[in-house]
């Protein structure tokens, strides 16, 4: 098994991603979970539902290991998970083809089809926009993009060996991807029906399924972080998750249950028309969407099983995607349009193999690479190019420079709240300043921690306005975001707005 192409698409993954990382803190690609994810690494704490335990612990090891900007470590985290899953994806391609046709793996002139289509499939994804755009940003869409393929690879070993270790360690990865996103589930599907058509050819099936599911709750321990973060009393603790329910109510994401499946019905020929555009660019262009639809009947003539299981994959990732009611919800996607990956490089190999002589070959290459990834960085560079992004850096900045000593914030959004907690709990850039939101205040978690942080500043049981309105006789109050706040005259300062009592 030659490991070029791997190496090929992990490389050049790696360097698109390096060539436009996000120097810091960033709102691009719907990132600015990023702050809250930064802010509870450096303070030990628990970010919002469903607490990401695995990339905590990934994010805080990052951060040790690079030192430096934290928000530019949490950046580069993504760059090497996506990077090592277009690697994983290219060499799962290359030995998916290889099966595909094995009597004919070269031709008389020592080109490998196989190798250079998977080598093209990997370099598609990774150049994808919407990979693209997670793979430069602090978020925990890179990482569950590796463990879906890699979930896919093993259980592709593990057909592919006749049995073995490759479940066991694939429920072990299904187990920490779960402490990094929920929506990995998604690839249970089609990862069930592959095992099942193999139910016949592994002599000790039943064995390996038994392995992997114990594999899967050794890796669910990883939840445990959240308690024992959770014990330091750290000002991100979001649920404080100390207690059963509490524990219950932030790994289960309740906080956004009905986000799931709740696009309004009216919606969704919009959001079907918005779906198809992405599908229709993510590849370069309208043609790699062509590629994988006949990719896709390749396999569907070739090898049902496999067939049936990235078909799958992709369904339950595209289902949940269209469904899930945020604007930002294309990025559920990105391990759906890895199954699509592996279709294109279907395609791929199965023309390299109808054309004739290693000239006529090494064109087709050229033209695929310009057509696909090639395509993909010219009509994306511009908007996926963070370099020179500030605008969240800008914020945080002028925000802590304008605000008064011992001020306190008022925040609703999550932009300008995990920016603030970045920069504030963080960085501890300006120990003096109390940000609150307005959102979540009311939850008793979110109360206990602000109080325990800031002091007294909000008596208990006094309506918020009230307790604004004689907190700014006494201490500097401003807003962050557009909030309506009886009983206050308004003074812009900046990117801040000052609140005084009306006379």
Aim: with cysteine; hydrophobic share 55%.
């Amino acid at each position: 098994m030659r490991r070029w192409p791997a190496l090929i698409a992990g490389l050049g993954a790696f360097a698109l991603y390096g060539a436009t990382l996000a120097p810091g803190l960033t709102w691009a690609h719907g990132g600015a979970d990023g702050g809250d994810l930064l802010a509870a690494a450096l303070t030990g704490g628990v970010p919002h539902p469903t607490g990401y335990p695995t990339y905590q612990l990934a994010l805080r090891a990052a951060i040790a290991i690079t030192g430096g900007e934290p928000a530019r470590a949490g950046a580069w985290l993504s760059a090497v998970c996506a990077a090592l899953a277009a690697a994983l994806l290219s060499g799962l391609a290359q030995r998916m083809l290889i099966a595909l046709d094995d009597r004919s793996l070269t031709t008389a002139e020592g080109f490998h089809p196989a190798a250079i289509a998977a080598a093209l499939a990997g370099l598609t994804w990774a150049a994808a926009p919407a990979v693209w755009g997670q793979a430069i940003i602090t978020e925990v869409y890179a990482l569950n993009a590796l463990a879906s393929i890699a979930l896919l690879w093993l259980a592709w070993r593990w057909a592919e060996e006749a049995g073995g270790p490759a479940l066991w360690a694939a429920g072990l990865v299904l187990g920490l991807g779960l402490g990094n996103h929920l929506t990995l589930a998604l690839a249970l599907p089609g990862l069930a029906a592959w095992v099942w058509s193999k139910r016949k050819r592994v002599a000790r099936a039943g064995r390996d399924v038994a392995l992997a599911c114990a594999g899967t709750l050794l890796g669910l321990l990883v939840y445990a972080y959240l308690p024992l973060a959770a014990a330091a009393r750290p000002p991100v603790n979001w649920g404080d998750p100390l207690t059963l329910p509490r524990f219950l109510w932030t790994v289960s994401g309740r906080l956004y249950a009905g986000l799931a499946f709740g696009l309004p019905l009216a919606d969704w020929p919009a959001r079907l028309a918005g779906w198809t555009g992405e599908a229709m660019w993510q590849f370069g262009g309208p043609w790699g969407a062509l590629l994988a639809l006949a990719g896709l009947w390749r396999l569907q003539m070739q090898d049902r099983a496999w067939w049936r299981a990235t078909l799958l994959v992709f369904g339950a990732f595209t289902i949940y995607g269209i469904g899930y009611n945020t604007t930002d919800s294309a990025v559920y996607l990105i391990p759906a349009w890895a199954a699509a990956a592996l279709w294109i490089a279907a395609a791929i190999d199965w023309a390299f193999r109808r054309v004739q002589g290693i000239a006529w070959q090494a064109v087709a290459a050229v033209v695929l690479l310009a057509a696909l990834p090639a395509a993909s960085l010219v009509r994306n560079w511009s908007t996926h190019d963070l370099r020179n992004d500030r605008e969240a850096r800008d914020f945080l900045s002028a925000a802590l420079a304008e605000a008064e000593e011992d001020s306190i914030i008022l925040t609703s959004g999550d932009r300008s709240t995990f920016a603030l907690w970045y920069g504030v709990y963080g960085l501890r850039q300006r120990s003096d300043l109390a940000v609150l939101n307005v959102n979540l205040h009311g939850y008793d978690w979110y109360d206990a921690t602000f109080a325990r942080v800031h002091g007294d500043l909000l008596p208990p049981a006094t309506p918020l306005e009230e307790s604004l309105v004689a907190l700014a006789a006494r201490r500097p109050v401003y807003r962050a975001d557009d909030l309506e706040l009886p009983g206050m005259v308004e003074e812009r300062t900046g990117v801040l707005v000052r609140l005084r009592p009306a006379p």
